[in-house]
């Protein structure tokens, strides 16, 4: 099995991501024990084989069709689901928030990860059409996962602890994903 070669679907960078994918994951795992400091830092280390990846793709010259799909469903994995289902967990545990707050919470985050799926997809389909320009439309999932772990803090620390709010924060964060605000791109 060759590692360089574009053709193998387990080449080092399509590997590369699938570290990433592991570490989402595991990191769902570990939110569900209340680990959330582990999860956080299994999700920083999945940030760096999602930056991994693609430098390693394009020096050794193995992008592929197959590659570009494979990162945008680890990132909606570890940038996507896996940042919400953290928030969630995050505000029954340290804000005890229940009852219709924590039924609007969920409603909240299951808009989130639909939009941040459509962000996916629609810059799939640009990519595909060769359109991506120096400017992200919309905040780019992995930016959006870091503005939820922003809040995720504000709550962990007891700064925010009212779900309705939290869920109107995310709502915007939500929004953002799919908006016409334009982000340079690295």
Known sequence: ????????RFNIANLITFGNIACGVTAMYLIQQNSFTVAIILAWIAGAFDIADGKVARKYKLSTEFGVQLDSFADFLSFVVMPAFL??????HYASVSGFAELLLGVVFVWYIISGLRRLVEFN????????????????????????WVLYLLVAYGLLSSGYILALL???IAWSLNSQLRIPHP
């Open 1 to 8: 099995m060759d590692l360089y070669d574009k053709h193998n």
């Open 125 to 148: 389909l640009k990519v595909d059409a060769g359109e991506v320009a120096k400017y992200f439309e919309g905040v780019p999932t992995p930016l959006g996962a870091i503005l939820l």
């Open 87 to 92: 928030l969630f967990y995050a505000a029954k």
């Open 170 to 172: 995310v709502m915007g």
